[in-house]
């Protein structure tokens, strides 16, 4: 298939800065960059439509990236509680997605679509997890994602604790003792 030619309206991560002109597989531009206003297509009248608009697009661009960084000023650090159900060995009975993430984000006072969070793949292990949220194309503030079982737990993780080897230590003495001991064959 042939590439498709766009100008970008917005910085894309991995492609280009706004005004660009770029070459993109069909599909992505269809589903993707089109929808979603982040290009148009690249021909005469578009070039010509863009370069009228540059400037008004550029101060809305920046306008959006100044507002982001003072939103990323205010949250720096952000930490999120999710509480799941999880196996001895600390496997989710299940994973935490970017609407979890973004819903906890929300519910500690910073509104945010579960389309900005970038999560690589799911969360399918408790503890502490660093992942990033896009505020702007151009802004990224990281959030921490502690996953646990319970309240409790997770404090212990946040203090930096090891939840699932401490529960192993404890049950381990517990079972020594639970044993009698043998005496040396004389």
């Known amino acids: 298939m042939a590439a498709v030619e766009l100008i970008l309206l917005q910085r ?18 269809r589903n993707f960059l089109l929808p979603q206003r982040k290009a148009l297509r690249a021909n005469k009248d578009n070039l010509a439509i863009f370069e009228k608009q540059r400037a008004q697009l550029e101060a809305l661009n920046l306008k959006r990236r100044e507002e982001a960084e003072r939103i990323a000023e205010r949250v720096v650090g952000m930490s999120v509680v999710i509480i799941r159900q999880a196996g001895e060995s600390g496997s989710l009975y299940g994973s935490v997605s970017a609407r ?14 579960r389309s900005q969070v970038v999560l690589e793949h799911p969360i399918k292990t408790l503890g502490v997890t660093k992942v990033r949220v896009s505020l702007h194309p ?28 401490a529960a192993e230590e404890e049950a381990a003495p517990a079972e020594e003792a639970a044993a009698p001991e043998a ?3 004389a």
Do not use: H, W
């Open 12 to 29: 894309v991560e991995k492609l280009g800065q706004m005004g660009d002109v770029v070459k993109v597989k069909p599909g992505y531009a």
């Open 138 to 165: 151009e802004v990224y503030i990281t959030v921490s994602v502690n996953v646990a079982r319970s309240p409790e737990e997770a404090e212990r993780q946040a203090r930096g604790e090891q939840v699932t080897a």
């Open 183 to 185: 005496e040396p064959a």
């Open 100 to 113: 979890d993430i973004a819903e906890g984000c929300t519910a500690g006072g910073l509104t945010i679509a």
